[in-house]
């Protein structure tokens, strides 16, 4: 059993695991007592289940690794579900020509060209496949060393990155460069 020190501490670590690594939430979802699906039990499972690791497995020292190992293991058995994303409907005509695509009812150079001449469909496309999430912007995460190590002339380029002159801008505004 963790004393309140151990209970303390993992709630610190648990605290900073999710703003350092999910600062937006966790995005997922799991059933409450109820037997529903809710986004409102899933820190306090998280915390309840990295105590019980932190307890087993790290014999009480705290991590914040313990929290990303248990979280993925919930992840893995199902017990946290990722929140649907909206995503735009695709429509009927182009969803019907990306399965026969899937199926090989198509050929890779007619979908080839229909993904470089019809607008369209390259966005329905790449929203089907997920390279449209991959197009946003990933924010950036600047350490003060990182920010150091960097030339001048290779800040100043980056600069021009909405992500990347947002981290520099948060490191300026903390007063640390």
Do not use: C
């Amino acid at each position: 059993m963790l004393n309140e020190i151990q209970k303390e501490q993992s709630e610190k670590d648990l605290h900073d695991f999710l703003a350092q690594q999910h600062p937006d939430g966790l995005g997922y979802k799991t059933k409450d007592i109820a037997g529903k699906w809710s986004i409102a039990d899933v820190y306090l499972k998280l915390l309840r289940f990295g105590q019980l690791y932190i307890e087993k497995y790290n014999s009480g020292f705290s991590s914040k690794s313990a929290f990303s190992i248990v979280l993925g293991e919930l992840v893995k058995e199902g017990e946290f579900v990722p929140l649907e994303e909206e995503r735009p409907p695709i429509p009927a005509d182009i969803l019907e020509f990306i399965q026969k695509a899937e199926r090989g009812e198509i050929s890779t150079y007619e979908l080839r060209r229909k993904y470089m001449s019809d607008r369209r469909f390259r966005d329905a496309y790449d929203v089907w496949t997920g390279l449209a999430s991959l197009a946003t912007p990933q924010p950036v995460e600047l350490t003060l060393e990182q920010y150091r190590s960097l030339p001048t002339s290779v800040i100043r380029r980056r600069m021009n990155e909405p992500a990347f002159a947002a981290a520099v801008n948060k490191l300026l505004a903390t007063g640390r460069v």
